[in-house]
Protein backbone atom coordinates (compact mmCIF):
# COMPACT_ATOMS: atom_id res chain seq x y z
CA UNK A 1 0.00 0.00 0.00
CA UNK A 2 1.01 3.41 -0.64
CA UNK A 3 -0.57 6.94 0.45
CA UNK A 4 0.01 9.89 -0.98
CA UNK A 5 -0.42 13.71 0.59
CA UNK A 6 -0.73 16.39 -1.47
CA UNK A 7 -0.20 19.82 -0.49
CA UNK A 8 0.49 23.74 -1.72
CA UNK A 9 -2.53 24.65 -3.82
CA UNK A 10 -4.19 27.97 -3.35
CA UNK A 11 -5.25 31.14 -4.71
CA UNK A 12 -2.63 32.98 -7.26
CA UNK A 13 -3.24 35.93 -9.92
CA UNK A 14 -2.25 34.66 -13.62
CA UNK A 15 1.37 35.13 -13.92
CA UNK A 16 2.00 33.93 -10.48
CA UNK A 17 3.99 30.30 -9.04
CA UNK A 18 3.04 27.71 -7.00
CA UNK A 19 4.72 24.38 -5.65
CA UNK A 20 2.90 21.98 -5.02
CA UNK A 21 3.93 18.49 -2.93
CA UNK A 22 3.24 15.23 -2.89
CA UNK A 23 5.09 12.74 0.00
CA UNK A 24 4.63 9.39 -0.61
CA UNK A 25 4.47 6.80 2.58
CA UNK A 26 4.13 2.69 2.86
CA UNK A 27 5.85 0.53 0.48
CA UNK A 28 7.64 3.63 -1.50
CA UNK A 29 10.34 1.17 -2.36
CA UNK A 30 8.09 -0.30 -4.73
CA UNK A 31 7.20 2.76 -6.85
CA UNK A 32 8.14 3.15 -10.39
CA UNK A 33 7.07 6.10 -11.14
CA UNK A 34 4.99 9.73 -9.96
CA UNK A 35 3.45 12.26 -11.48
CA UNK A 36 0.46 15.07 -11.08
CA UNK A 37 -2.80 15.00 -13.35
CA UNK A 38 -5.45 17.88 -12.97
CA UNK A 39 -9.56 17.88 -13.48
CA UNK A 40 -11.34 21.30 -13.59
CA UNK A 41 -15.05 21.07 -13.76
CA UNK A 42 -16.61 19.24 -16.07
CA UNK A 43 -13.71 18.21 -17.39
CA UNK A 44 -11.59 14.75 -17.53
CA UNK A 45 -8.51 14.31 -15.52
CA UNK A 46 -5.20 15.15 -17.72
CA UNK A 47 -1.95 14.70 -17.46
CA UNK A 48 0.29 17.21 -15.48
CA UNK A 49 3.58 15.61 -15.58
CA UNK A 50 5.18 12.34 -15.25
CA UNK A 51 8.95 11.46 -13.47
CA UNK A 52 10.31 8.16 -12.84
CA UNK A 53 12.58 6.44 -10.28
CA UNK A 54 15.56 7.09 -13.17
CA UNK A 55 14.45 10.95 -13.56
CA UNK A 56 13.03 10.89 -16.75
CA UNK A 57 10.09 13.25 -16.97
CA UNK A 58 7.28 14.22 -19.59
CA UNK A 59 4.89 16.83 -20.00
CA UNK A 60 1.87 17.39 -22.40
CA UNK A 61 2.30 21.09 -24.02
CA UNK A 62 0.19 22.83 -22.23
CA UNK A 63 2.80 23.00 -19.71
CA UNK A 64 5.51 22.30 -21.03
CA UNK A 65 8.60 25.10 -20.25
CA UNK A 66 6.05 26.47 -17.32
CA UNK A 67 5.50 23.71 -15.09
CA UNK A 68 8.61 21.43 -13.65
CA UNK A 69 8.38 18.14 -11.80
CA UNK A 70 11.30 16.76 -9.35
CA UNK A 71 11.52 14.31 -7.06
CA UNK A 72 13.44 13.76 -3.38
CA UNK A 73 14.05 10.27 -2.86
CA UNK A 74 15.30 10.50 0.43
CA UNK A 75 11.58 12.30 1.38
CA UNK A 76 9.50 10.30 -0.84
CA UNK A 77 8.59 13.44 -1.70
CA UNK A 78 7.34 14.41 -5.50
CA UNK A 79 7.42 18.53 -6.25
CA UNK A 80 5.29 20.48 -8.90
CA UNK A 81 7.05 23.84 -9.59
CA UNK A 82 4.35 25.61 -11.59
CA UNK A 83 5.04 29.27 -13.13
CA UNK A 84 3.66 31.75 -15.41
CA UNK A 85 -0.27 30.16 -14.06
CA UNK A 86 -3.25 30.87 -16.27
CA UNK A 87 -6.40 30.93 -15.50
CA UNK A 88 -6.99 27.81 -17.21
CA UNK A 89 -4.53 26.22 -14.52
CA UNK A 90 -7.42 26.04 -12.11
CA UNK A 91 -8.22 22.59 -11.23
CA UNK A 92 -7.91 20.36 -8.54
CA UNK A 93 -4.20 18.59 -9.05
CA UNK A 94 -3.84 14.90 -8.13
CA UNK A 95 -0.66 13.05 -7.10
CA UNK A 96 -0.18 9.58 -8.60
CA UNK A 97 2.43 6.86 -7.92
CA UNK A 98 2.99 3.36 -9.78
CA UNK A 99 3.56 0.36 -8.79
CA UNK A 100 3.50 -2.81 -11.00
CA UNK A 101 -0.19 -3.33 -11.86
CA UNK A 102 -1.65 -0.90 -9.64
CA UNK A 103 -1.86 3.40 -9.44
CA UNK A 104 -2.34 5.04 -6.41
CA UNK A 105 -4.16 8.92 -6.08
CA UNK A 106 -3.77 11.53 -3.44
CA UNK A 107 -6.76 13.03 -2.35
CA UNK A 108 -6.27 16.31 -4.41
CA UNK A 109 -5.07 20.24 -3.75
CA UNK A 110 -7.17 23.00 -5.45
CA UNK A 111 -5.37 25.56 -7.55
CA UNK A 112 -7.54 28.63 -8.40
CA UNK A 113 -5.56 30.98 -10.67
CA UNK A 114 -6.94 34.11 -11.00
CA UNK A 115 -6.84 37.18 -13.63
Known amino acids: QVQLVESGGGLVQAGGSLRLSCAASGTTFSIFAMGWYRQAPGKQRELVAT???????NYPDSVKGRFTISSDDAKNTVYLQMNSLKPEDTAVYYC?????????WGQGTQVTVSS
Open 51 to 57: ITRSGIT
Open 96 to 104: NADIPRRRY
